[in-house]
C-alpha cells in the first residue's frame, strides 16, 4: 500500500528541517522543500470568473490550477493520470469506462462523490468548449444532451458514491482525456472547489488570494498563501509595495508551450485569397520573431507542439506564383498574452508585405468574422487530437479537417493515430488560415529561491508543488 | 360744452405735439451719432482683430519654420556626430546591430534613429526595432529631403510619425550604410507650438489626405480644404477659422489657424454695449423732452388758458409765471389785458355816457313834441280870452275845447311815454319755469296775426324740444316785441319766418323777416336803448328784448343785411336739473 502523500510531504519537510539547523542559509536550498512561506504572482489581467471553464487568459488558468482540480489530467501522450479519479478501468470494449474516486474532500468540507462528478460532467458537457464537444459526441446520448434536446444522459451513471461510468457509442483513442479540461472541474453542491487552494478573497481588479487546502487529494502543498495580483507591470507591482515572486520576466518558465498564432480568417478580403494568406505565411521569418522578439521562444512551423505531436518535416515556405495581390486593410486584433514586440514585429511583415495594419488589443474570442487575429493558443486539453479539434473549429471546422478527425478518433492504433494526425495537421495548415509563428512559455519568471514552480502544456501554472526558501 | 370739451382736447393734442417734437428732436440729436460712433468703432475693431489674427497666422508660420529648422539642425549635428565618432569598422554582431540604434539614439538625444543598408533593409532602429531586417518602405515626403513619415512602435502595431531627419551615408562595419537620425513632429510638438503661438498649428499631408496635428485639435475635424490656397476662412463645428498655410514640401503644408470668435465677441460685445447706451440716450432724452416740454408748454398752454379767458371777457391780471422769451411773451399778454381791460371800462362809460345822452336826448324829444303843442293850445286860448272872450263866448268856447282835447290827447302820449320808460326801467326779474317754447310761439303769433293781414306767417317749430326755463309772459312780450317789429319792417308784405330747434347749449329761437334789412350802423346800434329806426319808436323794445334774453341767461344776436331781410336769433339754455316753480 503506498503511503498517502500527505505522509510522504511530512516526512520530507522533517528531514529537511534537521538538516537545515545544522546547515547555515546558503544550502537551505539545497535542502529541498519546505512548508510555509506565500507566493506572490504578478500577471497583467486579473482573473475574470472562478468557474469551472476554459480559461482565457493567464490569470484564469492559474487561478483553476489553484482552486480546481478535475476527474483526470492527461500525460503528453494524452494517456489520463489520476486526479480526483484515482483509478479507472475499461469494459465492453473499450466503450464503457467506470472511474473511482479518490477520497477527496471539498473546500467546504463535503466529500467528493460520484453525484458530484455526473452533476460536474453534465455541466461539462453543455460548456463552451472543445473538449467537451467531444466527449458529447463520443458520450450516448451526449449530441442530444448537448444541443438540450433532453435531459437524458444515459451514457454518464453514478454507479455509487464512489465509482461513475462512462459509456461511449464507440470505442475512440482517448475517451477519458476531455475530462482534463478546466472546464471539466468538479465542485460542490455549493460551488466548492477541491483544488490545491482555497480562496480566501472574492476575485477583483486587484487579484484574489489563497491558502492551502490541508485536505486536497494529493495531499497539503507546501506554501501556506498564494497571492495572484493584477498589475500591467512588475514595476507597478513594486510600486504598490507589492513585490512579486512570480512575474513577467526575461527568463519565462519553461516549457515554450504557448502557441503565437496569427489567424487569418478567410471570411473577407484581402484574406479570402488563399494566396494572399499564403505569402503572409510565407513572409514571417520565424526564426527572427522567436530570437529577438520572444523571450524564451522558438520558432514554430507546426500547430501541435511536438512534445504533444511529433511534426513531419516542414517543407521551407513557398511563395505562390504570380503577382503578390497584396494590398489592403487590416485591423489585427491581438490579444493581451502576446508581447507587443512580436505583435509589432509581425506587423512590420505585414506592412512589408503592402498591407496597411492596424493592431488594437482586443478580446479575440468576441472579434467579428473577417478579422484576422494574433493570439498565444494553448490546448484546453494537452492532447493532439482535442488541440487538433480546437484549431479546427478557431480555423472554422474545415469539413475534410473534421471528418478526419473524426476518423483518426476511432483509432486505436496509436501510432497509427499518431500519423493520420499529423497529416491533419499538416492539411489544416496549409489552408493558411492557422499560422504558426513561434512557440512562447508563460510571460513568468520566478525570482531565486522559488522552486518547483513549472509550466504545463495547457499554459497553466503547477504550483502545489512549489515551495519559497524563507 | 361740446366746444370748449373739443378746444380742450385741441388744447391736449397741441401738448402732445410739443412734447412727441422735443423727444423726436433729442433722439434724433442723441441716437444717430451713438449709432455711427458704434459702427466706426466696430468696423475699427474688426479691421484690428483682423490684422492681428493676420500677424497672429503669420508668426505661427514663422514659428513652425523656425521650429523645424531648428530640430533639423539638431538632427543634423546628432547625425554627424553619430557618423563620424561612433560607427566603428569592425565586423557588426546581429546583438550589435540591433541594439546599435538605441544606444546611440539616446546618447545623442534622438529620439529617432535608423540604420539602413544600401538595399533599404533596416539593420538597427530606434523607433522601430520590429522592422530591422525588413524594407524600410517609401516615407519619403515629396520636395522635403528632410521630412519623412517615420514608423515608430505603438502598443501592439506602428504608427506613422512625421519627423524631422538628417540623413547621412556611412560605413558601418565594412557596410555601406544610411544613418538617418532626427525629432518626431508629432501631436504632442504640435500641442506645444500650438500652445505657444496661440493658434492650432497642424501639418496637412495633401498627398495621403492625412492631418498631422495635437489629439483635440479642430482642424482635424474640419471639413477638407485646399492649403494651396495660402489663406482662407474655415467653419469647424460652427466656429469659424481664420488659417494660413505655407508649403514645408511638395505636398506637405504648415497649417496655422485662430478661431474668430474673439472678433465675434469683440463685436456683440461692442454692439450690446451700444443698445444699452442707445436705450440710456433714449430714456434721457425722454426724460428731459418731458421736463423741457413742461417747463416751454407750460407757460404756453398757461397763456393760451388766459387769452382764452380773455376771449371769453375774463380781463382780470392773471399773471403766468415764465422766463425768457415765453416770459415776454406773458409781460406783452398781460400788458395788453389791462389794455384791453382799461379800454372796456373806458367804453363801457362811454357807451353809459352815451346811452345817458341819448335818453335825454329821446326823452327831451318825446317830452317836446306833446309839450309844444299844449303850450300852444294855452297860448291861443289866452289869445282868445283876451281878444274875443267879452264879445263871443261862443267862439271862444268852440277854441276852449279844441284846444284842451289837444292838451289832453298831448298829455295822454306824455302818459305813455312816461309809462314806457317806467316799464323799461321797472323790467322785473324773471320767474322761471318750464316752458314750452312751440306753444308760447303759437300762442305770440296768434295775437299778431290778425295785423299780419299781407304778411305770410310760417312758423318750424321741432319736435321734442326740451322745455326751457322761462318767464312766460317776459319770453312772450320780448317774441311779440320781435313779431312786431318785423310786422312793421315788411308793410307792403312779405314772409315772417319763427323756427325753433336745438343747440347744443339749449334752444334756439329765430325770427326772419323779407324786410329791407339793416346795414352795419343799424345793426351794431340796434339794441342801445332809445335807438330806433321807426318814426314814433322809443326805442326800448329791442333793449326790452335783449335785457329779457339776458336775464333768462341766453343771448340774441341779429343777422340783417340791406336788402336781405333780417334774422334775430335768441338762444336759451335748456331747463336746469332744479328749476323754478311758478
Do not use: C
Not at chain 2, 121 to 138: C, F, K
Not at chain 2, 316 to 322: D, S
Amino acid at each position: 500500500m503506498r503511503p498517502e502523500p500527505n505522509v510522504v510531504r511530512a516526512a520530507a519537510a522533517a528531514m529537511v528541517l534537521a538538516l537545515a539547523l545544522g546547515r547555515g542559509p546558503s544550502a537551505r536550498s539545497a535542502l529541498g522543500p519546505r512548508y510555509g512561506g506565500e507566493l506572490r504572482i504578478a500577471v497583467a489581467e486579473a482573473a475574470t470568473t472562478v468557474e469551472p471553464s476554459v480559461p482565457r487568459g493567464l490569470a484564469d488558468r492559474i487561478l483553476a490550477g489553484l482552486m480546481h482540480e478535475m476527474l483526470l489530467g492527461v500525460d503528453e501522450e494524452g494517456r489520463p493520470r489520476p486526479a480526483l479519479a484515482q483509478s479507472w478501468a475499461s469494459a465492453a470494449d473499450g466503450r464503457e469506462w467506470t472511474l473511482r474516486l479518490a477520497a477527496a474532500t471539498f473546500h467546504d468540507g463535503a466529500p467528493v462523490g460520484s453525484a458530484d462528478a455526473v452533476r460536474g460532467l453534465r455541466r461539462f458537457l453543455r460548456s463552451e468548449s472543445a473538449a467537451a464537444a467531444h466527449l458529447a459526441r463520443a458520450l450516448e446520448g451526449g449530441d442530444e444532451y448537448r444541443r438540450r434536446g433532453t435531459e437524458a444522459l444515459p451514457g454518464l451513471i453514478a454507479l455509487d458514491e464512489g465509482r461513475l461510468v462512462l459509456r461511449f457509442r464507440v470505442a475512440t483513442a482517448v475517451p477519458l482525456a476531455p475530462l482534463a479540461s478546466p472546464a471539466a472541474a468538479i465542485v460542490s453542491g455549493r460551488g466548492a472547489g477541491a483544488g490545491p487552494f482555497v480562496p480566501t478573497t472574492p476575485p477583483s481588479a486587484r487579484g484574489v488570494s489563497a491558502t492551502a487546502f490541508g485536505r486536497h487529494v494529493r495531499g497539503r502543498p507546501f506554501l501556506d498563501v498564494v497571492r495572484l495580483i493584477a498589475a500591467p507591470s512588475d514595476r507597478a507591482a513594486r510600486s504598490e509595495g507589492l513585490a512579486a515572486d512570480v512575474a513577467a520576466s526575461a527568463t519565462p518558465l519553461p516549457p515554450a508551450a504557448g502557441l503565437l498564432l496569427l489567424l487569418l480568417d478567410p471570411a473577407a478580403p484581402p484574406l479570402a485569397d488563399g494566396r494572399v494568406r499564403a505569402l503572409i505565411a510565407a513572409s514571417v521569418d520565424r526564426a527572427q520573431l522567436a530570437r529577438h522578439f520572444l523571450p524564451g521562444g522558438e520558432a514554430a512551423e507546426v500547430l501541435i507542439a511536438p512534445t504533444l505531436l511529433p511534426a513531419l518535416p516542414v517543407p521551407p515556405p513557398r511563395v505562390p506564383p504570380g503577382p503578390a495581390p497584396v494590398s489592403g486593410r487590416l485591423v489585427l486584433r491581438v490579444s493581451s498574452e502576446v508581447p507587443q514586440s512580436a505583435s509589432q514585429r509581425v506587423v512590420a511583415h505585414l506592412t512589408a508585405l503592402g498591407l496597411e495594419v492596424r493592431a488594437v488589443a482586443a478580446p479575440v474570442a468576441s472579434a467579428p468574422p473577417g478579422s484576422p487575429r494574433l493570439l498565444v493558443w494553448y490546448p484546453e486539453v494537452a492532447e493532439a487530437g482535442l488541440a487538433l479539434e480546437e484549431l479546427a473549429a478557431l480555423a472554422g471546422s474545415p469539413a475534410p479537417v473534421r471528418t478526419a478527425l473524426e476518423a483518426a478518433d476511432s483509432v486505436r492504433d496509436f501510432d497509427r493515430r499518431r500519423a493520420d494526425l499529423q497529416r491533419i495537421e499538416e492539411s489544416l495548415r496549409a489552408t493558411h488560415v492557422l499560422v504558426p509563428l513561434a512557440r512562447l512559455p508563460l510571460p513568468l519568471g520566478a525570482r531565486s529561491g522559488v522552486h518547483a514552480l513549472r509550466a504545463t502544456a495547457s499554459g497553466a501554472l503547477v504550483v502545489e508543488n512549489a515551495w519559497v526558501e524563507p | 360744452m361740446g366746444r370748449a370739451v373739443s378746444v380742450r382736447a385741441q388744447a391736449v393734442r397741441r401738448g402732445q405735439g410739443l412734447r412727441g417734437r422735443l423727444l423726436a428732436a433729442f433722439v434724433l440729436v442723441a441716437v444717430p451719432p451713438l449709432l455711427l460712433f458704434a459702427v466706426f468703432v466696430m468696423a475699427l475693431l474688426s479691421d484690428r482683430l483682423e490684422r492681428a489674427a493676420g500677424q497672429r497666422l503669420r508668426q505661427g508660420i514663422d514659428g513652425v519654420r523656425a521650429r523645424v529648422t531648428g530640430l533639423q539642425r539638431q538632427a543634423e549635428a546628432g547625425v554627424a556626430s553619430i557618423v563620424h565618432d561612433n560607427l566603428s569598422s569592425a565586423p557588426l554582431t546581429e546583438e550589435k546591430t540591433r541594439s546599435a540604434a538605441e544606444e546611440l539614439g539616446a546618447s545623442h538625444g534622438l529620439p529617432l534613429l535608423e540604420i539602413v543598408d544600401g538595399s533599404g533593409r533596416v539593420l538597427s532602429s530606434r523607433q522601430w526595432p520590429a522592422g530591422v531586417g525588413l524594407p524600410e518602405g517609401d516615407r519619403e515626403v515629396a520636395g522635403a529631403s528632410h521630412l519623412r513619415w517615420e514608423t515608430v512602435a505603438d502598443d501592439y502595431g506602428a504608427a506613422e510619425r512625421m519627423a524631422v531627419v538628417a540623413t547621412r551615408p556611412a560605413t558601418w562595419g565594412g557596410v555601406p550604410v544610411v544613418v538617418r537620425g532626427g525629432f518626431p513632429l508629432d501631436a504632442e510638438m504640435l500641442a506645444e507650438l500650438s500652445d505657444l503661438m496661440g493658434a492650432e498649428v497642424a501639418l496637412r499631408d495633401t498627398a495621403r489626405g492625412r492631418w498631422v496635428a495635437r489629439a483635440d485639435s479642430p482642424l482635424a475635424q474640419a471639413a477638407p480644404f485646399d492649403p494651396a490656397k495660402g489663406e482662407g476662412t474655415v467653419d469647424i463645428s460652427g466656429t469659424a477659422y481664420r488659417w494660413a498655410a505655407a508649403p514645408l514640401g511638395t505636398s506637405l503644408w504648415e497649417v496655422v489657424a485662430v478661431p474668430h470668435t474673439l472678433l465675434a465677441v469683440v463685436t456683440g460685445g461692442v454692439g450690446w454695449v451700444t443698445l444699452g447706451v442707445a436705450v440710456l440716450a433714449l430714456l434721457a432724452a425722454l426724460v428731459t423732452a418731458l421736463v423741457l416740454s413742461g417747463r416751454i408748454a407750460g407757460p404756453v398752454r398757461a397763456l393760451a388758458a388766459r387769452a382764452r379767458a380773455v376771449g371769453a371777457g375774463d380781463l382780470e391780471h392773471t399773471a403766468v409765471e415764465a422766463s425768457d422769451e415765453v416770459g415776454e411773451l406773458a409781460h406783452a399778454f398781460a400788458s395788453m389785458t389791462h389794455e384791453l381791460r382799461t379800454s372796456r371800462e373806458r367804453l363801457v362809460q362811454a357807451e353809459r355816457v352815451a346811452a345817458w345822452r341819448e335818453m335825454a336826448r329821446r326823452l327831451a324829444h318825446e317830452l317836446k313834441n306833446p309839450i309844444f303843442p299844449i303850450q300852444l293850445s294855452i297860448e291861443t286860448l289866452r289869445r282868445a280870452l283876451d281878444q274875443d272872450g267879452a264879445q263871443d263866448g261862443a267862439r271862444f268856447q268852440s277854441l276852449f275845447r279844441e284846444s284842451s282835447d289837444t292838451i289832453l290827447d298831448e298829455l295822454r302820449s306824455l302818459r305813455a311815454i312816461v309809462e314806457e320808460f317806467s316799464q323799461f326801467a321797472r323790467m322785473p326779474p324773471p320767474r322761471l319755469a318750464p316752458t314750452d317754447l312751440g306753444e308760447l310761439v303759437e300762442r305770440v303769433l296768434a295775437l299778431y296775426r290778425a295785423r299780419a293781414a299781407t304778411v305770410h306767417i310760417e312758423t318750424e317749430l321741432a319736435a321734442g324740444l326740451p322745455p326751457v326755463p322761462a318767464d312766460r309772459d317776459l319770453l312772450a312780450r320780448a317774441l311779440g316785441n320781435l313779431v312786431a317789429n318785423a310786422l312793421e319792417a315788411m308793410p307792403d308784405g312779405g314772409t315772417l319766418a319763427v323756427k325753433t330747434r336745438a343747440v347744443g347749449e339749449g334752444v334756439a329761437l329765430e325770427v326772419s323777416d323779407t324786410g329791407p334789412g339793416l346795414t352795419e350802423e343799424q345793426r351794431t346800434r340796434l339794441f342801445t336803448p332809445y335807438y330806433t329806426t321807426k318814426k314814433g319808436g322809443t326805442g326800448l323794445g329791442l333793449a326790452i328784448v335783449q335785457g329779457i334774453v339776458s336775464d333768462h341767461g341766453g343771448r340774441i344776436q341779429v343777422e340783417s343785411a340791406p336788402g336781405a331781410g333780417t334774422t334775430f336769433t335768441l338762444v336759451l339754455p335748456s331747463a336746469p336739473i332744479m328749476m323754478a316753480t311758478p
